[in-house]
């Protein structure tokens, strides 16, 4: 039969190897590798099942901690959050109470003038301590480390005429002392301040008004009689000021018209004169106007006359005088004279150079007058 080669069986039955023959060194049992799933996954192989996975436990055995496992990075511990929503509590936690647990605030300002307390959505709380020991007679106040004080009230008005006191009802009371006298309306008992004394004295009747005469009566007491001002004087307003006695102001004459010049007599009273509006110009004419007063209005001087100058001298009234300048002859030709209705009348004056010199030719130039010629003979 010669040589025989059976196939080597190399299975090791582990499902955590490989098995393979190599013709140079035989069996070969390479261990499997296990694929990571994730982070949060722990894997082994198991000779029978092969691959195996388990959850990984993350406690990191702190109560203070909420653990948990992120697939990408693994275990994750984040501090656990004790709030209680309540503002008069100290949230805490730690391992020996198992976690969260919650103490008391304690809301104390270390200030005896306040009440303090806690409100669970604000936290701690003052109000003032009310020290009012509801006694007039005590100044209330208060002193952070001694609280509410009460001190008795003086009540003192350095006044030696009252009398002195304190109702915790009411607070100081201070009546006035009084004092007995006379039975006299002119006289006056009372007491003297810089003594305490009542003293009798005579009634100040003086009401400090000059537009008065004071006096005193014993069976009515002090008057006061009005000030007569009439000085007897028509041309004054005669009037009381109380701080100085009577005052005298010239009267004003009622305002008729502008035509009207007022005067005053003290024992007649007001008077009105004309308004004199004569300017002592015979150039004008004067008159009055009762809204506007003196109105004195120029004359005409014309005499209708073209050929006089017409004018008005103040001293002696309307000037009427030929005008000599008023017409000019324009030229050697004409003539002029003035007419009092047509003004200047110009004539033609060229006839006049006429000759019955019958060998001469005669005409006007205007600016030299007649002129003459010898006549052509034919």
């Not at 195996?52 to 055995?61: E, L």
């Not at 035509?259 to 009273?269: H, I, V």
């Not at 002696?316 to 007419?339: A, R």
């Not at 009092?340 to 001469?360: A, R």
């Amino acid at each position: 039969i010669g040589c025989t080669h059976t196939t080597l069986i190399c299975a090791d039955y582990n499902r955590c190897t490989t098995d393979k023959c190599d013709p140079e060194v035989g069996c070969i049992h390479d261990l499997v590798v296990c694929p990571d799933i994730d982070e949060c996954k722990s894997e082994y192989c198991d000779p029978v099942e092969g691959c195996t996975y388990s959850v990984v436990k993350c406690d990191d055995y702190d109560s203070c901690t909420d653990d948990s496992c992120d697939p990408a990075t693994g275990c994750v511990s984040t501090t656990t959050d004790c709030s209680d929503d309540d503002e008069c509590t100290n949230d805490l936690c730690d391992n020996e109470h198992g976690g969260c647990y919650w103490t008391d605030i304690v809301c104390d300002d270390d200030d005896k003038c306040t009440h303090d307390y806690c409100i669970y959505d604000h936290g701690c709380t003052t109000s003032p301590v009310d020290c009012d020991d509801h006694n007039k007679c005590t100044d209330d106040s208060c002193e952070p480390d001694k609280g509410c004080i009460h001190t008795t009230v003086t009540c003192e008005d350095d006044d030696l005429c009252t009398s002195d006191r304190c109702c915790p009802y009411n607070g100081c009371i201070f009546t006035p002392i009084q004092c007995k006298g006379p039975n006299n309306a002119c006289t006056f008992t009372g007491c003297d301040k810089e003594t305490g004394s009542c003293e009798t004295d005579h009634l100040p009747c003086d009401d400090y008004n000059y537009c008065t005469d004071d006096g005193c009566d014993t069976n009515s007491g002090c008057f006061h009689s009005i000030v007569d001002c009439d000085d007897d004087n028509e041309c004054t307003d005669d009037s009381c000021d109380p701080d100085f006695g009577c005052t005298y102001v010239d009267h004003k004459c009622d305002y008729i018209d502008e035509c009207s010049k007022p005067y005053c007599d003290e024992y007649s009273g007001c008077w009105y004169e004309p308004l004199d509006c004569d300017d002592y110009s015979a150039c004008t004419v004067d008159s009055c106007n009762s809204q506007t007063g003196c109105v004195n209005e120029k004359i005409s001087c014309d005499d209708n006359d073209v050929c006089t100058k017409d004018f008005c001298i103040d001293y002696l009234g309307c000037v009427n005088v030929e005008d000599e300048n008023k017409c000019e002859e324009p030229d050697y030709c004409h003539s002029v004279h003035c007419d009092p209705t047509e003004g200047c009348i110009y004539i033609d004056t060229s006839d006049y150079c006429h000759t019955n010199d019958l060998c001469l030719d005669w005409e006007c130039d205007p600016d030299i007058g007649c002129t003459y010629s010898d006549k052509d003979v034919p």
